[in-house]
Every structure is written in C-alpha cells, then in structure tokens.
Antibody, heavy 121, light 107 residues
Framework: EVQLVESGGALVQPGGSLRLSCAAS????????MDWFRQAPGKGLEWVGR??????????EYVASVKGRFTISRDEPKDLMYLQMNSLKTEDTAVYYC????????????WGQGVLVTVSS | DIQMTQSPSTLSASVGDRVTITCRAS??????LAWYQQKPGKAPKLLIY???SLENGVPSRFSGSGSGTEFTLTINSLQPDDFATYYC?????????FGGGTKVEIK
C-alpha cells in the first residue's frame, strides 16, 4: 500500500521560513513526478508546485504566487521531497499536501494526509 | 493561467438522486481534466482522470464526460457516502488549476 506522509508544519511569523518534508512508503519518490498542493482554511484547493522525477533532473514548476519564495527539492539518498518556504505571508496559511503528480501518464492518485502551516504574528 | 469555472457551488440532493456537476475551462484543455472528492479534514480522492476514465476502486455510479472546454461529473443514484465537496482539476499546462468546488449537501 502506498502512503505519503508530510511533516514540518508549524506556526511561524510573517517573513519567516519553514521546510516541509514528504516521505513515502510503497513507492520510490525519485521515480515519481510529485506535486505540492495547499488549502487555506475553509477554501478550495490550490496547486503550489511540481518536482519532476530523477530522469527529468528533478526540474520544478511553481504557481506565480510562490515563485521566488518557495523551493521544492529532493534528498535522493533519503528519498524525500521538501518544500522550503521563505518570506512567508499570512495568506500562505493552509494545509499543505504532497501528492503523486497527475500527468498524461497517470498519477494524481496518492496524497498525504496534509500538514498545517499557520503564518501569524 | 487557465481558469476553471465550476457550477453549482452548492447542490442539495437526496439519496438516490442523479447529480451533475459542470466545469468550464477558459481555453481548450483537451481531456486533461480530473475530478476529486474531498471530505472534511481529509485529503482529496481521485475519482476520474482524463475526463472520463474511472479510477480503480471508484464505484461505477461516478462518471465523467467532456473534452475541450466543457466537462461534467455525474453521480448516478447518490449514496450517503457521496455527500462531500467535488473539485475539477486541469493539468494541461502550468499552473495546474482547480475549479472552485461543489459541495453536495443532504436535502
């Protein structure tokens, strides 16, 4: 059974930084394109960014609102994915999910349980 | 970015009803559309991919149709477990974008 688990959520002040982690069991992250999504309290879903798999050199894409502030990276030996969030704003407050990316070849089927990031003074 | 307009935003229905949710894309997305179900406090669950393909394990009362800019999710014979919020997602181009969601409530 595939399981994705996010960690690292916390309360952080505006302007601060936080790093989320995504770990997997039942699949090898380095072989997967992976996405980060978020959902602000009581709001809809938003795609945050993508990290392509190792054969695609872990290249990344981001939504405009986080470009230049958020960075997705991989730890290949540990087979982890990270979301580094800098210059956090109150509007970044949300539950953050990692998920297997949905592409023309499939995916979109495995999501983590989500982790809460609260940006507040 | 491609805008996804989902309607209705809320839908009141009874067990056994047939329910239809619509998503309209601001430009052609071919069939690169997925439908998700989300329950409170839970991660979204994939129901339909490539506009009309049923994900493994999803009951056959769920179906999707459409291509280009107009898409529908139909739930035949609504069951108690189906009361949830539904989202469409386009993945033809970056940024991926969701519809605003449709909350299916008990009438």
């Amino acid at each position: 059974e595939v399981q994705l688990v996010e960690s690292g959520g916390a309360l952080v002040q505006p302007g601060g930084s936080l790093r989320l982690s995504c770990a997997a069991s039942g699949l090898t992250l380095r072989d997967q394109h992976m996405d980060w999504f978020r959902q602000a309290p009581g709001k809809g879903l938003e795609w945050v960014g993508r990290s392509r798999n190792k054969p695609n050199s872990y290249t990344t894409e981001y939504v405009a609102s986080v470009k230049g502030r958020f960075t997705i990276s991989r730890d290949e030996p540990k087979d982890l994915m990270y979301l580094q969030m800098n210059s956090l704003k109150t509007e970044d407050t949300a539950v953050y999910y990692c998920a297997r990316a949905i592409t023309a070849d499939g995916g979109g089927d495995h999501w983590g349980q989500g982790v809460l990031v609260t940006v507040s003074s | 970015d491609i805008q996804m307009t989902q309607s209705p935003s809320t839908l009141s229905a009874s067990v056994g009803d047939r329910v239809t949710i619509t998503c309209r894309a601001s430009q052609n997305i071919n069939s690169w559309l997925a439908w998700y179900q989300q329950k409170p406090g839970k991660a979204p669950k994939l129901l339909i991919y490539k506009a009309s393909s049923l994900e493994n394990g999803v009951p056959s009362r769920f179906s999707g149709s459409g291509s280009g800019t107009e898409f529908t999710l139909t739930i035949n014979s609504l069951q108690p477990d189906d009361f949830a919020t539904y989202y469409c997602l386009q993945h033809t181009t970056y940024a991926l974008t969701f519809g605003g969601g449709t909350k299916v409530e008990i009438k």
